[in-house]
Each structure stands twice: as structure tokens, then as C-alpha cells.
Nanobody, 129 residues
Framework: QVQLAESGGGLVQTGGSLRLSCAAS????????MGWFRQAPGKEREFVAA???????????DYADSVKGRFTISRDNAKNTVYLQMNSLKPEDTAVYYC???????????????????WGQGTQVTVSS
């Protein structure tokens, strides 16, 4: 069982930055692919980014095209925490952002929200124009 808790959302102007954090419970954190998803009103939940730990200092990350070059996902296995640094924010980034965990069976990191096993409660990100 993994419990997830997001923090760091808020209101920011276009072009601004926010960093989301997701603290995970459990001793097997490093065995999970950690993902960020978001859901805007009236829209389906969509993939934002995911990260896998592959041993030592090797991590693999994947991003949605809409956030490449602006968002960075990272994880600290010692702190059981995953982060999403969001820069150059746009109004279309406004959504509830969710942290999720998928038990890592490899080799592909899942980008479909239905494939993730555990979810946080979400944190609101609002970007004003």
C-alpha cells in the first residue's frame, strides 16, 4: 500500500513558476514509477510526466509534449518524494494536479492514468492570464 500527498499548488501569473511535491508512504517507494497527471474542468485526466529509478543515480523521465522544456520531474528516494518543477506556466496549465504511483514492472513507463495503482488527493494549480 502506498499513500500519496501532494502540496505546492496555488495561483500564479502567466510565465511564473511553481514546484509541486508529493510525499509517499511505504518502504518500497523506489520500486514504483511515479507520475504526475492533471485534470481541467470538463476534461479527461491527462499525463504530464513520469519518472523511474533504475539504480544508483540513473533515472528515466518522460513528459507530455505540452510540457516538454517547461516542466521537470525529479525524485528523492531517500525522502520518498517526487517533485514537479513547473516553469513558464500558461493559462492552459490550469488544472488539479495529481501524483500517482505505478508498481514498476518495466520496461515501459505507463502514461495512461488507468494503469496507475495509487493516487494523491490532488492540488489545484491556477495560472492567470
Amino acid at each position: 500500500q502506498v499513500q500519496l500527498a501532494e502540496s505546492g499548488g496555488g495561483l500564479v501569473q502567466t510565465g511564473g513558476s511553481l514546484r509541486l511535491s508529493c510525499a509517499a508512504s511505504g518502504r518500497t517507494f523506489r520500486g514504483y514509477v511515479m507520475g504526475w497527471f492533471r485534470q481541467a474542468p470538463g476534461k479527461e485526466r491527462e499525463f504530464v510526466a513520469a519518472i523511474r529509478w533504475s539504480g544508483g543515480i540513473i533515472f528515466y523521465a518522460d513528459y507530455a509534449d505540452s510540457v516538454k522544456g517547461r516542466f521537470t520531474i525529479s525524485r528523492d528516494n531517500a525522502k520518498n518524494t517526487v517533485y514537479l518543477q513547473m516553469n513558464s506556466l500558461k493559462p492552459e496549465d490550469t488544472a488539479v494536479y495529481y501524483c500517482a504511483a505505478d508498481f514498476d514492472t518495466g520496461p515501459v513507463m505507463e502514461v495512461r492514468w488507468r494503469d496507475y495503482d495509487y493516487w494523491g488527493q490532488g492540488t489545484q494549480v491556477t495560472v492567470s492570464s
